[in-house]
């Protein structure tokens, strides 16, 4: 049996209902047992006597009675979804507040469903992301499978289309980390091929993977499709490898990792686009670099910034590197705090 406590509404929670800031906080309390602390004058906010849809703010003192532990009913689990998995996509919420949550998406695991993507994704586990909402929240963009790092998920509908035009009209910066072969020459400037689908649906996937259209042949390609991507090379072991800063200014399917390949210096574990099965001379082609360095994919959505879609306030997330990569860094004697944040500020 717990003591009575007097809690404060902190600023990060809000104005809200006191039912759903009170299950927030204690998960296991049913809307009965609110009902009845408030019938009974049990529960109170500034010392005074309050019902369950009354609104409560920041700085607002709420008394809460003794909590008996032994009848309290457990947590009810997100259906469908086992505890490893919950625990794994709760782990990777890096902030939420009642408009939107950041991720930091892990490897392997695709956004959505999809052809040979299986049940397993975030879009199939954001029941267990409603943290006490009623809906589920929303996917507002996708990462590859393979790519990690950070995705952004709206609570509600007009939160979304918000979030979406904002990342729509370029108004959100987005930089990613890649592990690339060879070494750019210049070390920092542009890549503005078009991409367009391949044709066909092989077994090896070819539906799926993007070619480069040099930007003088565009017209003779209407499929293909205007694309812009930045880079910065950060950081770079003699010839053979380079710590990459990689800024989407357009957001078309695989562009990252078509740009960098058609530029002669594929993302390492990229075995679609030759990241991962040449022999790496120094030359730029080919990532088999061998050794300890992990075969998985080294692209990382590392930060976003964006004006927060309710409050206007403005916000920039980042997000640690996935265990792999942060294995080849180590390796390599790399470290995180060696290089801007922001490589591509003065461009902006």
């Known amino acids: 049996m717990s003591g009575v406590q007097l809690l404060t509404v902190t600023g ?3 104005e809200q209902r006191l039912d759903r800031w009170l299950k ?37 003192v709420v008394r809460v009675p003794p909590l008996p532990d032994a009848e309290a009913p457990a ?10 998995d919950e625990k794994m996509i709760q782990n990777a919420v890096l902030w939420k507040d009642e408009h939107m949550i950041v991720l930091n998406k892990p490897p392997g695991l695709p956004s959505q469903g999809g052809s040979g993507q299986g049940d397993r994704h975030v879009d199939g586990l ?19 499978k393979d790519t990690s790092g950070l995705l952004l998920l709206a609570r509600t509908d007009r939160v979304a289309r918000a979030l979406s035009e904002t990342l729509r009209h370029r108004a959100a910066r987005k930089i990613y980390w890649a592990l690339v072969a060879g070494v750019p020459n210049p070390r ?22 993007m070619l480069c259209i040099h930007p003088a042949q565009m017209a003779d390609n209407p499929d293909a499709k205007r694309a812009h991507t930045d880079y910065f ?25 078509a740009h960098m390949a058609e ?29 300890d360095i992990s075969k998985k994919l080294h692209l990382h959505a590392r930060s976003l ?5 309710i409050t206007r306030a403005g916000m920039t997330f980042t997000a640690p590197l996935p265990e792999h990569m942060a294995r080849t860094w180590r390796m390599l004697d790399w470290k995180e705090g060696d290089v801007p944040a922001d490589p591509f500020e003065k461009l902006h």
């Open 12 to 14: 990060d929670e809000g």
């Open 24 to 60: 927030r906080r204690f998960p296991q309390i049913t809307q009965g047992a609110v009902e009845k602390m408030c019938r009974t004058g049990q529960l109170r906010v500034d010392g005074a006597r309050a019902k369950a849809a009354d609104r409560i703010a920041p700085g607002m």
């Open 305 to 309: 910034t964006l004006e927060h879609p």
């Open 188 to 209: 920092q400037g542009s890549v503005k091929f078009g991409l367009m689908k391949a044709p066909g649906r092989g077994r090896g996937g070819e539906g799926e993977k």
């Open 126 to 144: 954001t029941e267990a992301l409603k943290f006490g909402y009623k809906d589920r929240p929303k996917l507002v963009h996708r990462l590859d």
């Open 75 to 84: 947590r009810p689990r997100a259906a469908g979804i086992s505890p490893a």
């Open 263 to 291: 530029i002669g210096h594929p993302i390492l574990g990229d075995g679609k686009y030759g990241g991962s099965e040449q022999e790496n001379q120094g030359d730029g082609w080919g990532a088999a670099i061998g050794g």
């Open 233 to 257: 090379t950060l950081w770079f072991l003699g010839s053979r490898l380079s710590w990459m800063a990689l800024e989407p200014i357009t957001g078309r399917t695989h562009q990252l990792r």
